[in-house]
């Protein structure tokens, strides 16, 4: 069976509420009509090169009103199942209908949704990303879908992109608190749905590596304050506060050089994404007194292969948690901010 095709148990999709065929398919048939004069319009207005929000206005500015009817919302656009839509965050979810690769998106639009992605993402991590989405839904545009809330150029704005193990953003700083524009969401299977110990060609199982390292330096009784018995839900990544009761061991209790495997292991975490949300999630960190305010944990009832190579494991702060959950394959929850009172919409 290929990849493309394997089955997800615990990541099945969110069943939408379809809108009408029709309409949609007559929007992609009106925006190829028109392609040769928006292809030239686009051109006109900016390269490739370009910054993902100036890529972002692009599309927006490409998209017919039929296509903006079905893509295009208000910032603070209610859906009346799944809440405040811009800020949803799933494993496996499609925040509108059309996939990037269809015939509802020009040719030309395609490639500007691809040049916001390649734009929020570093370099060196665009093949491995494209290697996740091969393996997860057949390659790069079949799975993922699009929407733009709020008008860019014109006040707040963002774009937001979904699929099977995905949910990525760029708002141009205008989501206010909070880093990469809200909760985002990664995963990869990269070998069936049960992964083997040590998860061979899982593109982010480099960053376990790094969290596990720091377990390797733990001594007895360091470890037993890190060892947490019960692994919680995936989705439970909501922030508990200065208040809330952390797991796992502090990282203020640590050796320094402990500490900086904690660091090297955060820099491993945020080293997919470009500079300016780099910096985000350190300035959030910052905010809430910076990794000595976390809490590392490592889950012990989930360990593939029984090895003590921890799978599931979780830095959490006040306004932090990056919840990396690698049985029985990976899938990564994010959610960063410099103020725990930002809710999670989940």
């Known amino acids: 069976m290929s990849n493309s095709a394997r089955t997800c148990p615990d990541c099945a999709a969110e069943v939408l509420d379809r809108r009408d065929f029709l309409r949609i398919t007559a929007a992609g048939a009106a925006a190829t009509a028109a392609s040769g004069i928006m292809g030239e319009t686009i051109a006109a207005e900016g390269a490739a090169t370009d910054a993902p929000e100036t890529q972002v206005k692009r599309l927006y500015n490409s998209l017919s009103d039929e296509q903006k009817r079905i893509v ?29 690769c269809s015939e509802f998106f020009t040719a030309e639009q395609q490639r500007i949704v691809r040049d916001v992605f390649d734009g929020i993402i570093q370099p060196e991590w665009h093949d491995l990303f494209d290697k996740q989405m091969q393996d997860d839904t057949g390659g790069f545009g079949n799975g993922q879908n699009i929407a733009i809330f709020g008008k860019p150029g014109d006040g707040k704005f963002e774009f937001v992109m979904t699929g099977r193990h995905m949910t990525l953003r760029c708002d141009g700083n205008s989501a206010e608190h909070v880093a990469f524009g809200g909760p985002i969401f990664y995963g990869h299977a990269a070998d069936g749905f049960t992964e083997k110990p ?103 009832d989930k360990d593939l292969g029984d090895d003590g190579v921890w799978d599931n494991w979780r830095l959490e702060g006040p306004s932090f948690v990056w919840y990396f959950r690698g049985s029985p394959h990976v899938h990564v929850w994010v959610n960063v901010a410099n103020d725990p009172s930002v809710k999670l919409n989940a």
């Open 72 to 100: 295009c919302f208000g910032w603070d656009h209610q859906d009346a199942r799944r809440g405040l839509l811009r800020t949803r965050v799933g494993a496996n979810w499609h925040i509108t209908e059309p996939a990037i």
């Open 198 to 300: 040590n998860h061979p060609g899982n593109v982010f199982w480099e960053q376990a590596v790094a969290a596990n390292v720091v377990h390797e330096m733990l001594d007895g009784k360091q470890r037993k304050l890190a060892h947490v018995a019960q692994s919680p839900k995936e989705s439970q990544v909501a922030f508990r506060g200065t208040k809330g009761e952390l797991p796992g061991i502090p990282v203020a209790e640590m050796s320094t050089d402990q500490r900086e495997q904690v660091q090297r292991t955060l820099q491993k975490l945020i080293e997919p994404y470009r500079q300016s949300d780099r910096d985000e999630v350190v300035a959030c960190l910052k905010a809430q007194g910076g990794l000595d305010k976390c809490h590392l944990a490592f889950y012990t």
